[in-house]
């Protein structure tokens, strides 16, 4: 069993900054890409912000420039700084991790933490 723990999300006025956190618990497994996905309301799911096992990162063009993924790989962990926030960055933020476990990989999802924005 493995599990994406999300932390960080709360209320922020436009321009300022939230920092969120992932962190995978479980046992057994092995993690590969992670990353942080949103969804407002009444809109697809969308790709935030990627980084591999490497290193390697991609963003979502809304968010280049304002947003920096980071990984700790000895705590399982992925982070998502988020500066000069604005109001059309409200959404519940998502974790996902690329796991290898007993050599079956799959997507993991966190729970969902809100961003709320106000202007």
């Known amino acids: 069993q493995v599990q994406l723990v999300e932390s960080g999300g709360g209320l922020v006025q436009s321009g300022g900054s939230l920092r969120l956190s992932c962190a995978a618990s479980?046992?057994?497994?092995?993690?590969?890409?992670m990353g942080w996905y949103r969804q407002a309301p009444g809109k697809q799911r969308e790709l935030v912000a990627a980084i591999s096992s490497g290193g390697s990162t991609n963003y979502g063009d809304s968010v280049k420039g304002r947003f920096t993924i980071s990984r700790d790989n000895a705590k399982n962990t992925v982070y998502l700084q988020m500066i000069s926030l604005k109001p059309e960055d409200t959404a519940v933020y998502y974790c996902n991790a690329y796991i290898f476990r007993l050599g079956i990989p799959r997507d993991y999802w966190g729970q969902g933490t809100q961003v709320t924005v106000s202007s």
């Open positions: 479980g046992s057994g497994f092995n993690i590969y890409g």
